[in-house]
Structures are given as C-alpha cells and as structure tokens.
C-alpha cells in the first residue's frame, strides 16, 4: 500500500499563482523526498528533506516537514506553464536494516499560461 | 552523463502472452529498481537490486513475474503470461548510495504496457 497520500489530487493554478501541495504519511519516516513527473516521462527528484528538518528550499521550490503531524508540503512559487505535471512525495521508513522508499498517489498540477 | 536507458519504449500484447522490458542503469549505480505504475497511481516497487542480489522482491507477483540482473549492471523484467491487469508504465531507476537512506533515484522513461 502507498504510505503517503498526496493532496489535493488535482489542482489547476494560473500562470504566476503559487502552487501548495500537501503529503501526508503514517509512520515514522528518515526522510521524505518530492519528485516531479511530466506526461509520458519518468520521475525527476526534486528535494530531498531530512526528519530533523523543518523546511527546505531550491529555486522556486519550498519543502516543509511537521513530523508530529506527519505531513510535508511542497510550495511551488511564481508558476510557469513548464511545471505541469504530477508530483509525489515518497517516504524512506524509519527503521533499522534496508529502508524501502514508497511513493504517494500524487499530485497532478496544471498550470495555465 | 547518461541516463536511465529503458527499452522497448511501447509494447503491446495480447493476454497470456509473454513480454520481456530491459534497462541500462547509470553507469556505477549499484541500485537497481523496477516500478509498475498503473494509471492515475504512484510508481510501486516490484523489486530491487543491490548490485546482482535482490533486496526487495515483496511486491512482485512471482507466479508470473521474474526478474535478473546479470553482472550487476543491465537488469531484464518479464511477465508470462499476461493479464489485462498488468497494463501500465513499468519504469526503471536507479541510485549510487546502495541501501542507505538518502537515495536518490533516477529513473528511466518507462515503458507502457498495453495488455489487451
């Protein structure tokens, strides 16, 4: 089963507009990862951020993380029509031994020029 | 540097009939992994290799699945046969840093599957 649950499912934004996508999980993690997948391409990794991270930044590209609530949120800033796509989040389990990275069901964006 | 190199591109069967994907993984990646995702899903893992061992193979159903990664580097995943439910993108990536946690995964185009 997927461990992180994207939301929303599908969200439709102007060009310019900020973009918020949210990843809820349920168990302890060791580090949550976004990546961003085009139509008819495989997964880009975006940004990777660490339990004991709070917040982290590349570019246009925002990532919080609220380990108590057992969420993270990744906010695309300033849109452009070029970062339609999907984006999930996967989870890295905070257990001992080999550490299995499980992706959430996504978000697909649309932004409009 | 190139990347996840993946092949057939498309392929279509017809049910009960036998169907073979290969990748080529970054040069030096000691990770291997394959993902099914179906449409309007998630990528979910069906196994994966840490150089020609197998890790992880929980979610592959192996009545009908196999893969190998021969040498450690070119990996090759087949069905036999076919279901109607197997329709979907079956994607490879791979990563540098083995087993730990801070992975991260490159992957490859995909490849769909259209099973009719």
């Known amino acids: 089963s997927q461990q992180g649950e994207e939301d929303p499912q599908a969200l439709s934004i102007q060009e310019g507009e900020n973009a918020t996508m949210n990843c809820s999980y349920k168990?302890?993690?060791?580090?949550l990862q976004w990546y961003r997948q085009n139509s008819g391409r495989g997964l880009v990794h975006l940004i990777l951020i660490r339990s004991n991270e709070r917040e982290k930044h590349s570019g246009r590209l925002r990532v919080t993380l609220d380990t108590s609530k057992k969420s993270s949120s990744l906010l695309i800033t300033a849109s452009r029509a070029a970062d339609t796509a999907s984006y999930f989040c996967?989870?890295?389990?905070?257990?001992?031994?080999?550490?299995?990275?499980?992706f959430g069901i996504g978000t697909k964006l649309q932004v409009i020029p | 540097e190139a990347g996840v190199a993946q092949s057939p591109r498309y392929k279509i069967i017809e049910k009960r009939q036998s169907v073979a994907f290969w990748c080529n993984p970054i040069?030096?990646?000691?990770?291997l992994y394959w993902y099914q995702q179906i449409l309007g899903q998630g990528p979910k893992l069906l196994i994966q290799?840490?150089?020609?061992?197998?890790?992880?193979d929980s979610q592959l159903p192996k009545d009908r699945f196999s893969a190998e990664r021969l040498k450690g580097v070119d990996s090759t995943l087949k069905i036999q046969p076919a279901k109607l439910e197997d329709s979907a993108v079956y994607l490879c990536?791979?990563?540098?840093?083995?087993?730990?946690?801070?992975?991260?995964?490159?992957f490859g185009p995909g490849t769909r599957l259209t099973v009719l």
């Open positions: 990536a791979s990563s540098s840093r083995g087993q730990g946690p801070f992975n991260e995964q490159f």
């Open positions: 040069s030096g990646h000691a990770t």
């Open positions: 168990t302890s993690i060791n580090n």
């Open positions: 290799f840490q150089n020609n061992g197998v890790v992880d």
């Open positions: 996967a989870t890295v389990p905070n257990s001992g031994g080999y550490q299995k990275v499980t």
